[in-house]
């Protein structure tokens, strides 16, 4: 069974910055695509970034310019940089894995929690 582990989350202030890291259990040349997503409280969850295989990503709108999601193939981890954080960006952070075995597979953290707060 696939484990994914986010870390990185905490309280930062806005214009303030973190990076959040998802550890594979195994290749993460294994998945056709990872991405994060983030969940606020009372709200549904919702993508932030993903990043294929061949490197391609996308980012929500909302995120754009102040987000980067990138991948760590010899250390089996993606990290979602993010800069000029704001308020409406607190949320939990799952990270999110999903390869193709005659089926799809799709596997998920137990996510981080990022505030944003003065």
């Known amino acids: 069974q696939v484990q994914l582990v986010e870390s990185g989350g905490g309280l930062v202030q806005p214009g303030g910055s973190l990076r959040l890291s998802c550890a594979a259990s195994?290749?993460?040349?294994?998945?056709?695509?990872m991405g994060w997503y983030r969940q606020a409280p009372g709200q549904q969850r919702e993508l932030v970034a993903v990043?294929?295989?061949?490197?391609?990503?996308n980012y929500a709108d909302s995120v754009k310019g102040r987000f980067t999601i990138f991948r760590d193939t010899a250390n089996n981890t993606m990290y979602l940089q993010m800069n000029n954080l704001k308020p409406e960006d607190t949320a939990v952070y799952h990270c999110?894995?999903?390869?193709?075995?005659?089926?799809?597979?799709?596997?998920w953290g137990q996510g981080t929690q990022v505030t944003v707060s003065r």
């Open positions: 999110n894995a999903r390869r193709w075995r005659s089926m799809w597979y799709l596997y």
């Open positions: 195994e290749s993460i040349s294994s998945f056709s695509e």
């Open positions: 990043v294929t295989s061949g490197g391609s990503t």
